[in-house]
């Protein structure tokens, strides 16, 4: 009876210890790190991030949509279990438990993608965040500026179209004025187009957008020219330690005129010329009286 008391202390010693292990699973993360985006032909590597002990580790396997690419065991003969990759082939001398270089990516690659990490002892696992990747074609020249006049007057309207370069996916158009960001109330998007170009059966597609800004918003001096940019990028915006994954821009300088306001003139009292003859007479007298009194004065 002893035997099996203990046993069965064992058994709940045993259980409650998962208990414990497991509950403090909650601390564990896991997240896939790859690029964003990959230009096209070009590698990208995926590494399953982790805080688990390497000693605990079971089992990690790579997913794209939703599929296996790649399983790793700990003890088995081989550890590695490859799966095929749409539009990309795995790198067998740069393979790790814990990360997988993804060569030569065509389009296809392009998707969701996600890891997964196990522990054998207790019995627990935890799938990533989904991550997307993907492929791109970059500009191959800067965007298109056209401007409606090169001088204009303070007092004007900024009149501008922006296209961008055939590329995939299409770039964002982003307008600065002095190296200030334009606010998009004064801009107009005119969308996407694609284009009779391109790359390895997929079709580019360009960008374009106008600017209409009021120079009065500007504090101008005489004579002062400003600086009209145009930023094409993929993506819209930069992720955080990553960057743009491509970056077009061209400057334009216009001539600006600040039309100085008339000055303020004073009120200035007319006087007829008749006025002007009387009081030219009134004083001839004055001095023919003066005189005949001096006259007098020294007879």
Known sequence: MHWRRDAHLLLLITQ???????????????????????????NAVLRCDHNVDPESLYKVVFFKNGQRIMKFVRGRDPPFELYNVTGAEINLIKL??????????????????????????PLYSKVSKIHELNVIVRQKYRPKIKIKHKKLSSSEHLEATCQSAPA??????????????VDESHTIPYGTMKVHRHHHGIPLSVTNTSLHYPLTNLQLYPNQTVD???????????????????????????????IEPAPTQLPVKIVSSQLNLSARCHVARMLVVLVVFVCHIYS
């Open 16 to 42: 409650l210890s998962g208990v414990i292990l497991v509950a403090g699973m909650s601390e564990v993360w896991v997240e896939l790190r790859a690029p964003r985006f990959v230009v096209h032909r070009h």
């Open 168 to 181: 995939h996916p299409a770039p964002h158009l982003t307008w600065f004025i002095n190296n200030n960001k």
């Open 228 to 258: 009209i940019t145009c930023l094409s990028t993929i993506p819209s915006y930069a992720s955080m330690g990553e960057g743009f994954a491509d970056v077009q821009n061209s400057t334009v300088t216009v001539n600006v005129v600040r």
């Open 96 to 121: 790790s438990p814990t990360s997988i270089t993804l060569e030569r990516l065509d389009f296809s690659a392009s998707g969701p993608y996600a890891c997964e990490i196990a522990l054998e002892t």
